[in-house]
């Protein structure tokens, strides 16, 4: 392969990589590159064409039937971590926006200085997934963090809110070819923090009242635990991944 076809085809991942990851960082190197043609500064062009868009997309997203959610503001609905909204992923519709505020509201009624905290949500424009999640396509699901007891009222177990699973009994057989990673060789490296179960069942019994959700994707092992016993609370099955390190939530 020569030099050309290889600096095309590296392009090529890449953009295939910043594309699913940020929907929008693709475009962001595709200017980069086309600007690289005539002048320098490759990184200030790639790094300012994706702050560019990703604000624009602040402005734009509602247009298509989505906004942005938990990114500003110290309101009752925060980002987990500010990497969701660097990354394009805290979107979702409006329905959903309003649902997710008033259940922080709702969760600040009952324990004062809680926020209800996001993870990954959607992108901003069309229906194109959110990897690793297969479903976070339409604005309509969210992924919201657990709650632990150390003190700190908004502590994390691991740094983006994902992979720290709760242990607990279960009945899927160990698979090679499966979304339910346990990471084991992982889980060393999160912080042991105990869960608080008092938040967790609060946020488990407002979104079990809540008429708008759906559905809500928890480990059995944990909604027992929690004595969270509407028919809402579902198994996502042994093939899909795991529901023991967040709640996952959708219309």
């Not at 309101?75 to 394009?88: K, M």
């Not at 709760?166 to 346990?182: M, S």
Request: glycine content about 8%; some cysteine; proline content about 6%.
């Amino acid at each position: 392969m020569g030099q050309a076809a290889m600096a095309i085809l590296l392009h090529g991942l890449t953009i295939l990589a910043l594309t699913v990851v940020t929907q929008l960082g693709g475009v962001a190197w595709i200017i980069a590159v086309i600007w690289r043609r005539q002048r320098r500064w490759f990184w200030a062009v790639f790094l300012g064409s994706y702050v560019a868009l990703s604000a624009g997309a602040v402005v734009v997203a509602p247009w298509a039937g989505r906004q942005v959610v938990g990114c500003w503001g110290d309101g009752p609905v925060q980002a987990a971590s500010p990497i969701y909204c660097a990354l394009n992923r805290s979107y979702v519709t409006p329905a959903l926006a309003q649902t997710l505020a008033d259940l922080g509201t709702r969760l600040q009624a009952r324990h004062p200085g809680t926020v209800l905290r996001t993870l990954d949500g959607s992108f901003p424009f069309t229906t194109m997934p959110l990897l690793p999640h297969l479903s976070h396509d339409d604005g309509e699901k969210m992924d919201l963090a657990f709650y632990y007891a150390d003190g700190a009222r908004d502590a994390l177990r691991s740094p983006l809110g994902y992979f720290a699973f709760e242990d607990g009994p279960t009945d899927c057989p160990a698979a090679l070819l499966t979304l339910r990673w346990d990471l084991a060789w992982l889980q060393p490296a999160f912080r042991d923090l105990p869960l608080d179960a008092t938040r967790m069942r609060t946020l488990g019994q407002l979104l079990a009242a809540d008429a708008r959700i759906g559905k809500v994707l928890l480990e059995p092992h944990l909604a027992a635990r929690l004595n969270l016993t509407a028919p809402k609370f579902r198994f996502q099955g042994c093939r899909a991944a795991r529901y023991d390190d967040h709640f996952h939530i959708q219309l």
